[in-house]
């Protein structure tokens, strides 16, 4: 067996994937993503087959604002005990609860008939958002109080895998049964894929890492979960600035990402070709990306892993203002699309598992469903009101360098945060209890 400098071997590499807690995260994360994908794409393809028009198909899109405002009810998921089924323990006992939801709710959808009832089909598709926003909640909070806090990187990439070949699988296989079936029971056979996180559940048992809230002595006390988790955060040294570069890390990518396939459109590049390279080849790339981003958790630290992410994010949108200098290339969008997908693989590793450890464990499901939220509401309004203005102004050229400057003050922002100590100061109990400390490894 071949044995590193340093006394390891290719099995020591694989070891921390095939543990526990980062198998039972890749099951969470495939449960996790077919909801999305069921009023996503594959419910736009349904009502488009069903011939509904393209205004009312769009405004569908609202299904997936309780994704957005989950932290609403987050505390419910922590502070409220469920009768009955909640001897099995807080988490287990929502987890199964809320997939029983989503089964639910996803069969319901599967009923609804657009064609005699859009109104009926709307309300049908919101209940699927917010069950599986809901099914999100616990999720999240029963992924980082099963992973140690030396497994958060590798927890968070094997939760990426999962979601990605959720989300996909539950497309495809609702496309085949489909257009062999009918779409009734291509719905009903994607509700199928909110058993692996049940299952993980009752597998693994309760988290050991769990702390309950609040002592359950009256309701007065349980409500007291609707500000604590809050309170709690903004207590912590430096909180305002941590919530600022939780609010401010993504715009960069978000509006790069935006606009792409406005870009590709204009350089005149075939569906087939868009097909290929944007889902095709992006999609292996970015798997390849939460590899890696697993990989420099482990070796470099929470902080400076976190640091290389944001900045291969920033540099990565260099390669589209390229694309569009150079025009209509396949090799250029190749290599664009790599580049993009294993930055953002990378990504979506690291920085999850630092939002992960911002977490107190009394709190997970509350403070996590807060931060995911902040991560993305600021990036929707300024993408969605300021992207196609900026093109308009500046080109494909230079609005892809002012997206690159736009990532800058996040990627600043998390340096002065680390050379400062306010990353270590406000590492939550999710970073620090159980073997390993999420504050190893200082920054470069």
Not at 61 to 87: E, H, Q
Not at 321 to 330: R, V
Not at 416 to 421: E, F, L, N, P, Y
């Amino acid at each position: 067996m071949a044995t590193r400098a340093d006394g390891t071997t290719w099995r020591d590499g694989i070891r921390p994937y095939v543990e526990r807690g980062p198998v039972a995260a890749f099951a969470l994360g495939v449960s996790s993503g077919f909801p999305y994908a069921m009023i996503a794409a594959t419910l736009t393809t349904r009502l488009a087959q069903d011939g509904i028009d393209k205004k009312t198909v769009t405004a569908f899109s609202l299904a997936f604002l309780a994704y957005n405002l989950k932290f609403l009810w987050a505390w419910v998921v922590d502070g409220v005990r469920l009768p009955v089924i909640g001897r099995l323990g807080q988490r287990v006992s929502w987890l199964l609860f809320a997939g029983t939801l989503v089964i639910a709710a996803v069969v319901h959808l599967a009923f609804a008939d657009p064609r005699a009832s859009i109104a009926a089909t709307a309300v049908a598709a919101v209940l699927v958002g917010v069950a599986g926003a809901t099914y999100d909640i616990v999720i999240d909070a029963y992924r980082i109080e099963i992973l140690e806090p030396r497994q958060l990187g590798v927890g968070s990439g094997m939760s990426q895998y999962g979601w990605r070949i959720g989300s996909a699988g539950a497309a495809s296989l609702a496309l085949i049964v489909a257009a062999r079936y009918g779409w009734t029971a291509a719905y009903c056979a994607c509700a199928t894929l909110a058993l692996p996180a049940m299952l993980a559940a009752l597998v693994v048992g309760e988290p050991r890492r769990h702390r309950d809230p609040v002592r359950r002595r009256g309701m007065g006390e349980a409500l007291a979960a609707t500000w604590q988790p809050f309170t709690e955060f903004f207590q912590r040294p430096g909180a305002v600035v941590i919530l600022l570069f939780i609010l401010i890390h993504k715009i960069g990518d978000t509006l790069g990402q935006l606009v792409l396939r406005l870009l590709l459109d204009s350089l005149g590049f075939s569906n087939d070709e868009i097909a290929l390279y944007d889902v095709g080849v992006g999609f292996w790339a970015f798997l390849v990306g939460i590899f890696i981003g697993g990989w420099l958790y482990a070796r470099l630290g929470m902080k400076r892993s976190v640091l290389l992410s944001l900045v291969l994010m920033a540099v990565s949108n260099v390669s589209f203002a390229l694309l569009a200098a150079t025009g209509h290339s396949n090799l250029g969008l190749a290599g664009a699309m790599i580049f993009e997908n294993v930055a953002s693989g990378i990504g979506g590793v690291t920085v999850v598992a630092y939002f992960s450890a911002l977490c107190d464990l009394r709190f997970t499901a509350a403070q996590y469903a807060l931060i995911s939220a902040a991560s993305s509401i600021v990036g929707r309004i300024v993408t969605g009101t300021t992207a196609g203005a900026l093109v308009e102004r500046f080109g494909y050229v230079g609005f892809y360098w002012l997206t690159v400057a736009a990532a800058l003050p996040g990627v600043l922002l998390f340096f002065w945060m680390g050379r400062s100590g306010l990353i270590d100061r406000s590492v939550g109990s999710a970073g620090t209890e159980g073997p390993g400390d999420a504050r190893d490894g200082r920054m470069a």
